[in-house]
């Protein structure tokens, strides 16, 4: 059974931004510079925040815009990053509806989320959760 990261509860976001960092470790780095999910103010603390990460389409449209075939479908929804194919167009981040795919301004590369759930275990308020996917 496949697995997906979905967001349970936006409500109970605190901007904490911890999920951010673990991605980011995930990846080697320290800081949230390098993750693929983003976590921004809704606008300012009393408006809460949003949570921005892929939602594991079934037909995603980064993947039907890349012209090197550098993401490939992800068994479960959403795509697989190729770093060796792809050559940092961009078309993916600009095709994303909500916004999901992050950019890597070091390696010139999307950041796609591999919806690992490594981000789950870091956040204190059961925000996010990885579900099974039929």
């Known amino acids: 059974m496949y697995k997906r990261l979905v967001v349970v509860d936006p409500n109970m976001c605190v901007?904490?931004?911890?999920c951010m960092e673990a991605c980011s470790n995930r990846f080697g780095y320290v800081?949230?510079?390098k993750s693929a999910?983003?976590?921004?103010?809704a606008g300012g603390v009393e408006r809460g925040f949003v949570i921005i990460v892929c939602r594991a389409c079934k037909d995603p449209p980064c993947a039907r815009v890349c012209p090197t075939?550098?993401?490939?479908?992800?068994p479960g929804g959403g795509v697989i990053l190729s770093p060796g194919r792809c050559i940092g167009c961009g078309n993916c981040v600009s095709a994303?509806?909500?916004g999901a795919v992050m950019w890597?301004?070091?390696?010139?590369?999307?950041?796609?989320?591999?919806?690992c759930g490594y981000c789950v275990g870091f956040c204190p308020h059961n925000v996010l959760a990885l579900e099974e996917v039929a």
Not at 37 to 41: A, L
């Open 104 to 115: 890597d301004y070091d390696s010139m590369k999307p950041l796609i989320c591999t919806h």
């Open 31 to 33: 800081g949230p510079t």
């Open 69 to 74: 075939d550098a993401l490939s479908l992800r």
């Open 96 to 98: 994303c509806d909500i």
């Open 15 to 18: 901007g904490c931004q911890l």
């Open 37 to 41: 999910i983003y976590v921004r103010s």
